[in-house]
């Protein structure tokens, strides 16, 4: 993404964590969600503390799942083919408004920040961007979902955690931040 | 227990992390566990940067497990009640002994800490004090386990990660410092 303003300066030691962000369950691009939201701001004020600023620095990765069955799509018309260019751009466009929304948060917090967008299945692409980049410190939020939920909506935290080598640090929402299904985010 | 130099200043909105300490599995107490050594070792470097160790306080939590087949004291002769008294106070120093293994990496990284010990199963313990005293994260060296040993040996850090509301930080031994079987540390 292009920079405006001079970005924050980091320290050669300086920790790298890499943050898995995420869209709103129940709204949809661009909306941020809670989860995620309530990670970043909790990691920008009791992990990176003002006078450590400059000894991080944060990848944020955003997956984008493929939308299987179209239907956030259900009131666009397909005629010509230039038409799926342009909802792939639309796709795009909302993506990068979501990740504008995290990377303020840092740039306001002054704390280093590189954000980009994956495709894929979330847990599978977070834990292959890890293996890559082997980042210090893997911060996922976490939804809170209960033993059954777990096992039907899925618990990309609990997958993550078991598989990547590095330190994996779990945020959950607030308990009075929870809604009544917790899958909703 | 008594503090002999000046403890490091702490700021009024410190971060308070709560790190569970064990025992080596292999060569029991004093000696300190690699995987606790490492989480201890790894806060220090990676999250409590030198710039903000006033802006955070560590809390270690050992917990003692009761010693249900007596293995260890094979050698000694219990033929009166003080018997049982000194076995006990023998017990006691090694959990201290233990603990000062873990406030001295603290002391030298000037980062403030406390120190108490616990007696009960690890993981009930563990999320009672989570829950008494309510610290901003609770930080876990795990053995990393495979999936059978976590199903047999039981994982503390999957129990406490789910039970607890506060952020959880599961640190696991580095590949390299893995020995073959998993359970030994």
Redesign the interface.
Known sequence: MAETKPEPEVEADA?VALLAVSASTTKGYPHPSQSSTHALE?TLE??I?K??R???KLLLLHVQVPDEDGLDEVDSIYATPADFNEAHENDRLKCLQLLKFYVSKCHEAQVSCRAWIKQGDAKDVICREVHRLKP??LILGSRGLG?LQRMFVGGVSDYC??KV????????R??EDMPDDASED
Chains 1, 2 share one sequence.
């Open positions: 920790t909790w009791k992990l503390k006078s450590s400059n000894d991080f210090d410190i033993p955690a078991k080598d590095c330190p994996v640090l779990v945020i959950k607030r308990p």
